[in-house]
Each structure stands twice: as C-alpha cells, then as structure tokens.
C-alpha cells in the first residue's frame, strides 16, 4: 500500500514539472510575442551583390560574387513612408526604422548606374496572429536581407549551357541558334513606382559576321540560306535568372538571304506590340526584348548551318547602351492593387448606404443607371452590378478600368445576424479618397478622427469608412437611415452577391 501511493506521489510530481515546464514555455512565446508587438524600433540590414558577376546566384551560397557599391536601398510601407541606405564599400547596408509597422514593406533597390527593381516585400515586425515562431525572429529588432542587382543594359544567353554569358564571349556577343541577344535601357525607379505602357518600340542593333562556318568542303562561296532574325518581348526582371523569360510569340521577323546579312552593318527593329497585354507592354518598356536567330538552308544537307553574328557588348564595363530601345505612346498603367495588409479583417467599420446615382441621388430606382467615375462603371440597382460598394482609396475603384470583372472584391458582414454578402469596389468614398493606411491597414478609417485625406468638407458630413447598395444593405439587415457597423475584408473572385 505503501509503495503505491509513493508511486502516485511520483507521478504527481512528476506531472506538475511537466505542466510547469509547458507554462513557462508558452510564458516565453508569449512575452516574446507582447515585446515584438511593442517593438519601437528596427533595423533592417544586409549586402547587395551584383548578380551577373556572381559566381553562384544562390542566395544561400557563401559565395555570392562582387559586392554592389552605391546602391541605395528604400523601405516603403503601406502608409508611403519611405527609409534608405546607400550601400557602402563592402556592399553593406543599414536601416533605422523607428515605430515599425505590422504591415509588408516594398524594398526597392536603385542608384548609380544600376538597374532599379523592387526586390522584395518584407516585415519588420510580424502581424497580428501570424505564427508566434514568426515573431520571435523580429523580436531583437534586427532583420537581414541580403539581394542580387545588376548594370547590364544586354546580354548573350546561351543554349549550349542554359546560362548567361555577362562578358560575352572573345569580345563580342553572339548571334547563333544556340545564342540569343537581349538588349534594355537603363532601369529608373521611377519606372518601377510608376507603371507606363508604350504603343510602339524601336531599336537598331549594331553586327558583324564571323566567317568559320562559312566555309565547308573546301570553299569559301557562300551558302545559299535565309536567315531569320526573331523579337520577343522579355518577360521578367534579368537579375540573377538563369534563364530569362519572353513573350510566347515573335514580334516581328525580318528574313534576310545570307548573302545580304554578311553585307549588313546593323539591323533596325520596330516590333509589334498591339498584341500585348498591357503588363506585357510594361514588361518591354522595363526589360526590353529578345533577339533570336534560325537559319533556313536552301540546298538540301546543309543543315549543319550555323551564323555566327557578332553584336558588341557593352561588358567593357563602360556601360554605355549598345543598342537603345525608342519608347512612344506611354500611357500611365495602374499598378495592381495589393495591400500589404489584405488579408486584414477591418471590424465595427461605419458603413452608409449608397447615395451617388440614380434620380433625386439615389440608387432605389428601376435600373436607372450610374457612372462611377473611379471605375468607368455603369451600375443599375437591378442587374449583375447591384451588388456594389464604394471605399476611400481610389486606387482600388481603378482596378476596374471599364470591366465589372476586373473590380475588386470584398465580403461585408453584419456582426448582428451574420449575415455576409460580396460586393464589387466601383466607386471612391464616402468622403476621404485617398486613405491608404485605413484600406491597407492597419489604421482606422481617418475619417473617424475628422481628418481629411481628400474628400468632401467639412470632413464629418458623413464620418463612415464604407458605402454600400441598397440591395447589399437590405440583405444585410441593415437601416439606411441610421449608420450600421459591419465587418469587411477582400476577397478573390469575380462573383457578386449573398454568401449562402
């Protein structure tokens, strides 16, 4: 009897260390988690590399290459603040971040003669209810990022080892079809922050022939053969790819005879690029175009035909643009609305009904139609688009552009009797335009402090965060004429309507 209540009290004991153990472990975690959330500073550092110096493109390798002198490295958050670093002589940055913010921030990498590019999206300090293992690696306050940049304005890439020749090859890049030219301008950051689609592109590129392939079976008489000169459009960013990229279909194809391609001292392009999308369009005007070469013997068993065509390179590391693209037509391209903080639930948000079309201001009638300047949107209370809203940011209506199925998405829900229903954005409002931080997060509406942001004056005739239809405010069980309080967030899709 004896030797088993010594057991239990062994076991007992035993049991309180355990959940003693487990209670101090999730005390850390969740000291830890309270002082990441109080974090009044950070430091964000690390080193920048030039990509196609280096000598692996893994990031995870020891061995990265050249360091980038001179680059200025800049946080922005989702309330536009900005902070920046130059690079210095070991390819070191340093940035203070005082009273970080749970939301991403853009890391844009420019200057000198480098080419601008945003590198990546990161955070300082983790947001609310994401993985508490998340927090713990912020809570010094310090986090290191280290990212590849590059100078090259062309390129050789070639076939034969799927990689890109920076330098060149003997002097000169080549045109073969084995090797394919790329050629861009110099990248600003004002391109990468201000999107533009061009209508039309030009460019001319410089070439010589090389002659060993020429000559076969003991003659030097030249070949009878066509060669074909093919233009992509690139796709994506060169730094640090290992392959590149490029629009699906060729842009324009001259087709030369051979003998007239050895008398050729340069080529002129001037591709097509109505058959874009319109990122496409952007993608050209940032990273320019592919020039690919195939050659069409004449005379049967010539296949073993190879041109050999020299484009010089500008890898003398003086960086001058061999071959300068010519951009017409830009037009501003909105930029694809993400939030840093998308994924944000915005609760107890003031929410009005819709009152900006229809007669007498109202949006009840029978299919009386309403332009949303924002959005070039025609909305009726009674078809497909009656399921519509209206917040204070414009940039989100401008996702529109025209089609009802390009507007944004967000899911309403009325605490009270949860009730949820999905609405289109086609409208700015009420009142502020341009309020970022709200609609991004992780402020609260301005409006509810009385600031004006853009919008109707004076700034507390109507103090809500969200407008909504009439057919959306019924459905929710909403009083059009008191303020209701609902819950929104986004949401995927192109569907409208009650969440059954």
Known sequence: MIMKIKNVRVSTTVSLIVVACVLFVIAIFFLA???????????????????????????????????????????????????????????????????????????????????????????LKSPTGTAV????????????????????????????????????????????????????????????????????????????????WIISGGTSAVPKADVYFDVYAVSENWSGAKQIASSGKSLQTIKLPLESVIKTTSLKFDPDLSGLSDDAKYQSW???????????????????????????????????????????GLKSFPATFVCACQDLI???????????CGKDGKCADNGDPCYAG????????DGPTQYFASLPYGAVAQQCNGDINKCMRIKVTNPANGKSVILAVVDSGPCNTVDKSYICGPDRPSVESGINVGGCSPQKSNPAGLDISPTAMTYLGGDPKIIDRFNWQFVSGTTVGPVR
């Open 374 to 381: 924002g959005s070039h949107i025609s909305t009726g209370c």
């Open 346 to 356: 915005r609760t107890n948000i003031r929410t009005t009904q819709f009152g900006g």
């Open 133 to 212: 293992i998340s927090t713990l690696l912020t809570n010094g306050g310090s986090v290191q990022n280290n990212y590849f940049v590059d100078r090259e304005t062309d390129l050789m890439y070639s076939l034969y080892n799927w990689g890109a020749y920076a330098a060149g090859y003997q002097g000169f890049y080549h045109l073969s079809k084995n090797d394919v030219h790329y050629l861009r301008n110099y990248i600003s950051l004002s391109q990468v922050q201000n999107k533009q689609i061009p209508s039309t592109a030009t460019f001319t590129v410089p070439i010589k022939l090389g002659n060993s």
């Open 286 to 328: 940032i990273n320019g175009f592919a020039v690919k070469t195939r050659i069409v013997p004449l005379i049967p068993g010539r296949g073993d035909l190879n041109p050999d065509i020299l484009v010089p390179r500008s890898e003398d590391r003086s960086y001058n643009v061999v071959s300068p693209i010519t951009y017409s």
């Open 33 to 123: 988690f309270i002082k990441a959330d109080q974090l009044n500073s950070a430091v964000f550092k690390g080193k920048v590399f030039e990509s196609l110096d280096a000598v692996n493109y893994s990031l995870e390798s020891a061995i990265y290459g050249k360091v980038a002198i001179g680059v200025t490295v800049t946080l922005v958050d989702c309330s536009d603040k900005s902070y920046s670093a130059t690079t210095d002589s070991s390819g070191n940055y340093s940035i203070s971040v005082p009273s970080p913010n749970s939301c991403s921030y853009a890391v844009y990498l420019s200057g000198g003669k480098y080419n601008a590019k945003r590198a990546a999206d990161v955070h």
